[in-house]
């Protein structure tokens, strides 16, 4: 099992920047890699980014790139999310998924709410 704890959301000016913080707890060896997904008030999730656990690569959706950046601290089994530039359009509540190499996100956290004000 794998127990995953986001924090770092808040509400912030357009423009501005917050960091959010992915903690991960229980069988951490077991993880493939670990995503950010967001979903906005009526509508679907949404993939962000990804990095893999082992090699530390990564994977943004387009809205992500050049605003967003994915990292990792293994010692600490922390994934983080950097996010500059923020747009009224990127609030919602954001989760980090673990994958244990099912290639699905088997594991949730349970959501860390961002919202951003014009």
């Known amino acids: 099992q794998v127990q995953l704890v986001e924090s770092g959301g808040g509400l912030v000016q357009a423009g501005g920047s917050l960091r959010l913080s992915c903690a991960a707890s229980?069988?951490?060896?077991?993880?493939?890699?670990v995503g950010w997904i967001r979903q906005a008030p009526g509508k679907e999730r949404q993939f962000v980014a990804e990095i893999y656990r082992t090699t530390s690569a990564t994977t943004y959706a387009a809205f992500a790139k050049g605003r967003f950046t994915i990292s990792s601290d293994n010692a600490k089994n922390t994934v983080y999310l950097q996010m500059i530039g923020l747009k009224p359009e990127d609030t919602a509540v954001y989760y980090c998924?673990?994958?244990?190499?099912?290639?699905?996100?088997?594991?949730w956290g349970q959501g860390t709410q961002v919202t951003v004000s014009t």
């Open positions: 998924a673990a994958d244990r190499g099912n290639m699905k996100y088997d594991y």
């Open positions: 229980g069988d951490t060896v077991s993880i493939y890699r």
